[in-house]
């Protein structure tokens, strides 16, 4: 039964920190081989979801299926097939390389040796070196090593990426691409569209402990009905609410969202949208003092959910 | 055990654990010289600083007068005094303070001025009269024989040692453990290595070998340093005394995880180690007997693990003890151990 259950499987899911509900009656499956992306803004509830997942948090009502199995106890059969990796863990400084990765290898019964684990991370070089002389990215390698040294059919990453340098990202991508063409499972978190973007098949995109939308992200995509967006900004004072209608009913305009004083025009076409809106703001004497056009994002389809961007939610 | 494909091999994941602990101590250079430098250099300076000095002569004074020129010659002959002439007043001032321990009056016959609640001065008196009666023709009845013997064991720093060593166990037990605990919970590395899957057992079970590991150089070091440099004796066995310090340090071990088994910051573990540790260090008797608090008080000195510790190691160096003569405090030490230890365990925060 277990060999064709899903990956994970999660049916309305619980938790609550005193007031505080930090997931709100969550469903989730996540197929085999499938690269699942999580993405939402601080404090939507990713975190608090992994960790139930990974049975280190327990939850207050719902169910949990991993690889077709249900969290008991110490779970030390079912943690074997799996690779964890946390959001921040502090390997001990004075380690070298080497030893924390043969370290968690001893834990798991199968899986690539020391050195085969540091080519796969590309920090052969660092072998010797003690953690605490580690770059950020180089830590953060480290820490996914520990996290694929048991070979998991099932990879859990926790914004593996947070804070890195464009190049120790593009890094971690690699690697993450790596475990998918090797047809593993990996469900990661992230609050960076582009990544969510370029790594995952599919994504669940959460606020406030709920799940507000789940698709490829081409299709979330192309939920927004157009593919370009255009952004101005006004005199925040302004009242928007005149305004929201006329934009509305601009040609080509399929969606208008606002943030105090900054605007997100959805558009199909931007050479018809934008002298339209150039010339509607002029007859309302109201100058722009910024205008972008972009293609449509992950960041967008968020915008128009919730009304607020990814970053200053 | 499954090979990897390249040269190292897969060790036993308690064998890892403990090395990483073990490696860590080692390449900390502050905790090296905590738990071994450290009692030796504690030792070295009390044991220097109260060493035993040869019997010192006794300090008397004779008030200045017409005989006192006779007398000092008779009291010099005399090799426990040492006599000084003082004015009457310079004299008084000389006892009071302490400088002199007896003053000779200048009258005929002498008057003795001293305090008989002083051993010292007591002695001052008996050894000032013998020679002045003697200078005045008092004729010895005979001479007694005499054997000087100096006992070995009976120094402050015999007793200072094995209080040391006791010390050295409960701390580097409670800081060791405590504090690596605390560090790794704080990092989320102990919730890591749960995640993956390390044994709970595992985990701790190597902070303990870890521990006991290094006992043996640390125990060692010491008392090699006090046997051979100090002259410390080592009566009992010594299979015994590495038993006892063994117990001490596991005992300590488990007192070490109670501490550590909920606090998330090293300000909220270093806290709770002192209140455990200071009244060991006050009570327990390390620089001084036990014996000097009082009655009401000894249920909780005797009751404490440091108290059963220091007295057991004790008892096999200085006085040669076997295991019989200790089973109260190895009780004590077993039982402190045993219950920190299941309450560690079942109060443990992993994340």
Not at chain 1, 255 to 280: C, D, I, M
């Amino acid at each position: 039964m277990a060999i064709d259950a899903p990956a994970l499987r999660c049916l309305g899911l619980v938790k609550r920190y005193g007031d505080v509900v930090a997931v709100d009656g969550l469903d989730l499956e996540v197929g085999r081989g499938e690269c699942f992306g999580m993405l939402g803004p601080n404090g939507a509830g990713k975190t608090t979801t992994v960790e139930i997942l990974e049975g280190l948090t327990a939850p207050d009502a719902g169910e949990v299926q991993v690889l077709g199995e249900a969290w008991h106890g110490d779970g030390l059969g079912l943690r074997t097939r799996i690779g964890v990796q946390l959001q921040e863990t502090k390997f001990p400084e004075k380690l070298r390389v080497s030893e924390v990765i043969a370290l968690f290898r001893s834990f798991y019964p199968r899986g690539p040796g020391v050195g085969e684990t540091l080519r796969l991370v590309a920090l052969d070089e660092k072998r010797s070196a003690y953690v605490r002389a580690l770059s950020g990215g180089q830590k953060q390698r480290l820490s996914l090593a520990c996290a694929l040294v048991g070979d998991p059919e099932l990879l859990f990453l926790d914004e593996p990426t947070t804070g890195l340098d464009p190049q120790s990202r593009r890094q971690s991508w690699d690697i993450i691409e790596g475990m998918k063409a090797r047809g593993r499972t990996v469900l990661l978190t992230t609050h960076y569209m582009e990544e969510a973007a370029r790594l995952c098949d599919r994504v669940a995109i959460m606020d406030h402990g709920r799940l507000i939308a789940l698709g490829t992200p081409r299709a979330l995509v192309a939920s927004l009905g157009a593919e370009h967006v255009v952004e101005f900004a006004i005199d925040a004072s302004q009242d928007g609410e005149p305004l929201r209608a006329a934009l509305a009913a601009l040609p080509s305009v399929e969606r208008v969202a606002r943030e105090g004083g900054s605007w997100h025009l959805t558009v199909r076409e931007v050479h018809l949208a934008v002298p339209a809106l150039l010339a509607a703001l002029a007859a309302r004497g109201v100058a722009p003092t910024q205008l972008t056009t972009h293609h449509a994002t992950l960041e967008d389809v968020f915008m128009s959910l919730t009304g607020r961007s990814l970053r200053d939610a | 055990m499954p090979e990897a494909s390249d040269a190292t091999r897969v060790r036993h994941p308690l064998v890892e654990l403990t090395l990483a602990r073990s490696r860590e101590l080692v390449r900390e250079p502050e905790a090296v010289f905590w738990v071994f430098v450290f009692p030796i250099l504690l030792a070295a300076i009390l044991g220097v600083a109260f060493r035993s000095r040869p019997p010192a002569p006794l300090p008397v004074a004779l008030v200045a007068g017409p005989g006192s020129e006779a007398r000092l010659a008779a009291l010099a002959h005399a090799g426990d005094l040492v006599a000084q002439r003082l004015g009457a007043s310079e004299a008084r001032e000389a006892l009071a303070h302490g400088r002199v321990v007896l003053v000779v009056s200048a009258d005929e016959p002498p008057v003795y001025t001293y305090d008989p609640t002083q051993p010292e001065s007591r002695a001052a008196r008996l050894a000032v009269d013998a020679q002045l009666q003697k200078a005045a023709g008092r004729a010895d009845a005979f001479t007694p024989g005499r054997v000087e013997v100096s006992e070995p064991g009976s120094r402050y720093v015999d007793f200072l040692v094995p209080g040391l060593l006791g010390m050295n166990l409960m701390g580097t037990g409670m800081w060791g453990i405590g504090f690596s605990l605390v560090v790794a919970r704080n990092g989320k590395l102990l919730k890591r290595l749960v995640a993956a899957p390390a044994r709970h057992s595992h985990v701790l079970g190597a902070q303990l070998l870890s521990r006991l590991i290094f006992l043996v150089p640390e125990a060692g070091a010491l008392l090699v340093f006090a046997h051979y440099l100090l002259g410390v004796p080592l009566r009992g066995s010594l299979l015994l005394l590495g038993g006892v310090s063994l117990l001490g340090a596991l005992s300590f071990s488990g007192l070490g995880l109670l501490t550590a088994a909920r606090p998330r910051t090293i300000e909220g573990v270093s806290g709770i180690m002192n209140l455990v540790m200071v009244p060991m260090w006050v009570f327990s008797g390390i620089f001084f007997s036990t014996e000097r608090f009082p009655d009401r008080l000894q249920p909780f000195v005797q009751a404490l693990p440091l108290t059963a510790l220091n007295d057991a190691l004790r008892q096999v160096m200085l006085e040669g003890a076997g295991t019989v003569a200790l089973v109260p405090e190895l009780a004590n030490l077993a039982l402190w151990g045993a219950a920190s230890f299941l309450l560690a365990l079942k109060l443990f925060r992993w994340q």
